[in-house]
């Protein structure tokens, strides 16, 4: 499909709607991308529906507008608000003073001190979702979906660390299918013209309203079982957002509201369960093609001799390898725009006020300025001693005062999981496949599944 040219290269009558490329852009974010640097180089600009789009490629720009620039630019009200429709007003959805107070009440929670007080409850969660998934019996084999395993895994530990709660089978299976077609129906939304308000019928709004359903009364029920009685001595992160305080009094309540504890939850459960299963999926398919790495990822776990949870989290070339997959297949690609709210210039490009600009995620991790062979899986680039990577380059969790706040938690629940696999289990891909094509199903997903055998050492 062709891709529109520069505004600055075409009459304005010819640019006025950029329906084509707008369809593209939804359909194949990834390729649309590609296409766009390949064409226009750093910065491609558009303009699609009268609105004027910037891309900027170069991890430089990157790091203006997320960091050095960061007070000139905004979320997207629009992204906001389609994603406030399915989880409320939470820390994700909120922007200025509301977001403010909402992160400086939740940060502390997800320190990694605090964090650290999570890993029993991680760790018992992926034993028992491993272990009814996986074969117990050592020699046994079983082939499996990547996607549905690491599924059910990282399900699993959201509800404990969240909950203090352990899920089935059945009851993890109907709830991330419920969370898997919201992002979907998210996305659908993302590109429609207008926001419907609540009470409109339009496409997919029956199916939306019962898959949130589902997750609002599981919130709601674990939420009202902890606040009926007048204690709690749980160590979880429901407990952390019922104590969590400001600690700037004056600047709004000092504790979330009971609606906000609700949709933080939300975000916290929708968010902490996808992206981290993205990642794990992505993880097994390399260690299953990279029989060499992982026979590395054993010695170092076995020299390091110990059984001590933060320890074992912290392992360099065990992180290193889950840090690669997420620059080769980073979880969140599509999210990264920001509105300038002033005239600013971002390199040598001006950026006028209201101008959308994107900053692909993907293009970034893949460009050969910043990564020799950008596409070979190569987890030494993260090891302690490694080069410098370019600052604005690796982008997994964002950067500025809007990264990722469930960081450290991701990254300690991914390096368990690893360790976890590494040491009880051999990965294969299944006989006759090839490691997917990615596609963006809000998070990076694989297009065709992604089948592995897994072997009980």
Known sequence: MAITTSIEQVPSRKISLGLSLLRHIQHDPLGAAKQLQQQYGDVAKLNILFRRIYYFFSPEAARQILVDHQ????RESRQLKVFASFQGKNVLTTEGADWDRQRRILTPGFSPKRVAGYMDLMNAAIHDSVSAELPVEPGKTA???ADFLTTRVTMDVILRTLFSYATTQAEAAKVSIAIRALSRQSMRELFWPIIPPKWLPYPGRAAKLEQLKIIHTLID?????RTSTNTDSKQDVLSMLLAARDDQPGAGNA???AQEIHDNCFVLFAAGFDTASSAMS????LMATHPGIVEQLRQEITAANTTALESIARLPLLNATIKEAMRLYPP???LFTRVAQKDVVIGDTPVAKNTLVVIPIWNLHHDARSFAEPNVFRPERFLPDAPAIPRGAYLPFGAGPHFCLGQHFASIEMALIAAHLIQ?????????ET???????LVLKPKSGLRVRVTRR
């Open 71 to 74: 007070s000139d630019f905004v």
């Open 143 to 145: 082939v499996v979906d």
């Open 221 to 225: 029920e674990h939420i009202q079982a």
């Open 255 to 257: 504790s979330l509201s």
């Open 282 to 285: 992505w993880w097994i398919g």
């Open 332 to 334: 969140s690609t599509a």
């Open 424 to 432: 009880h289990f051999d990965f294969a891909l299944a006989e006759g």
């Open 435 to 441: 490691l997917p094509e990615p596609v963006v199903d």
